[in-house]
T-cell receptor
Framework: EAGVAQSPRYKIIEKRQSVAFWCNPISGHATLYWYQQILGQGPKLLIQFQNNGVVDDSQLPKDRFSAERLKGVDSTLKIQPAKLEDSAVYLC???????????FGPGTRLTVT | QKEVEQDPGPLSVPEGAIVSLNCTYSNSAFQYFMWYRQYSRKGPELLMYTYSSGNKEDGRFTAQVDKSSKYISLFIRDSQPSDSATYLCAMSGGSNYKLTFGKGTLLTVNP
């Protein structure tokens, strides 16, 4: 069974630029998560989708971050404009349902200069 | 006070040692307790899962939860170099099963 796919794996941008990350969850997983993991910290949930609806986006900086999950499968996370403090690994995870095990992708490492 | 506290280490042990990792938490609503292992440049993977208080054993790994003390532990017996990774505790409670992670402890097992 294929795991959670993410792209790109690495991205370097200048502050105030925009960037987008893509996630393809495990087939059949209804729940999709985006996490931000700053160096030396644990992952922090940014947004949780159930199919194509948002369940929790309480920690998403909505003035600059946006996410969508069209057709309840793939998802994109966008940052516009980026700040230096956005430098982190962005992890996508998926699960069959919210109470099931979450499977994580390899992450996208973002560096904002 | 953070919801979940975890000593970031780093922790360095010789091969074969018993490793003890732990987390404390403040939110009484947490009912589900997990340990994730994260290798460098990889995403976290679930290692152990425990519901409420008690012990759970899986091979060389034992997870303990003491809800009265708000304290959870992971023990690794006969540690191997392949166990070298960051270990993250995570907890959830409530209807949406949202995970709250600790900072992670970096473990190195030396051959």
């Amino acid at each position: 069974e294929a795991g959670v796919a993410q792209s790109p794996r690495y991205k370097i941008i200048e502050k105030r630029q925009s960037v987008a990350f893509w996630c393809n969850p495990i087939s059949g997983h209804a729940t999709l998560y985006w996490y931000q993991q700053i160096l030396g910290q644990g992952p922090k949930l940014l947004i949780q989708f159930q199919n194509n609806g948002v369940v929790d986006d309480s920690q998403l900086p909505k003035d600059r971050f946006s996410a969508e999950r069209l057709k309840g499968v793939d998802s994109t996370l966008k940052i516009q404009p980026a700040k230096l403090e956005d430098s982190a690994v962005y992890l996508c995870a998926s699960s069959l349902d919210p109470q099931d095990e979450q499977y994580f992708g390899p992450g996208t490492r973002l560096t904002v200069t | 006070q953070k919801e979940v506290e975890q000593d970031p280490g780093p922790l360095s042990v010789p091969e074969g040692a018993i490793v003890s990792l732990n987390c404390t938490y403040s939110n009484s609503a947490f009912q589900y307790f997990m340990w994730y292992r994260q290798y460098s440049r990889k995403g976290p993977e679930l290692l152990m899962y425990t519901y409420s208080s008690g012990n759970k054993e899986d091979g060389r790994f034992t997870a303990q939860v003491d809800k009265s003390s708000k304290y959870i532990s992971l023990f690794i017996r006969d540690s191997q170099p392949s166990d070298s990774a960051t270990y993250l505790c995570a907890m959830s409670g409530g209807s949406n099963y949202k995970l709250t992670f600790g900072k992670g402890t970096l473990l190195t097992v030396n051959p």
